[in-house]
Nanobody, 114 residues
Framework: QVQLVESGGGLVPAGGSLRLSCVASMFGFELYGTRWYRQAPGKERVLVAS???????AYADSVKDRFVISRDNAKNSLFLQMNSLKPEDTGVYLC????????WGQGTQVTVSG
């Protein structure tokens, strides 16, 4: 059974930084692609950043040059360093891992005050 647990969210002023973590309880984490999504109130879940099993990264245009996604396969962990935060970055951040199946965490709340 795969379990993903996010942490690191909180309340920060605009311009601040947060580092999110996602720890996966699973075998073969290194064989999965990984992603961070944001779910804002009343809005659709949107893809923020991804890093595949080869280390190739991609970002939503809205977070390029501000967010950095990384992973540590030895620790079954995924990270999202978020800098220069804006109020529009507010939402629940969820991680997922994907291969032939997709698994989701429960999310961590990020609130950026303007």
């Amino acid at each position: 059974q795969v379990q993903l647990v996010e942490s690191g969210g909180g309340l920060v002023p605009a311009g601040g930084s947060l580092r999110l973590s996602c720890v996966a309880s699973m075998f073969g984490f290194e064989l999965y692609g990984t992603r961070w999504y944001r779910q804002a109130p009343g809005k659709e879940r949107v893809l923020v950043a991804s890093i595949d099993l080869n280390g190739t990264v991609a970002y939503a245009d809205s977070v390029k040059d501000r967010f950095v996604i990384s992973r540590d396969n030895a620790k079954n962990s995924l990270f999202l360093q978020m800098n220069s935060l804006k109020p529009e970055d507010t939402g629940v951040y969820l991680c997922n891992v994907y291969r032939t199946q997709i698994f989701w965490g429960q999310g961590t709340q990020v609130t950026v005050s303007g």
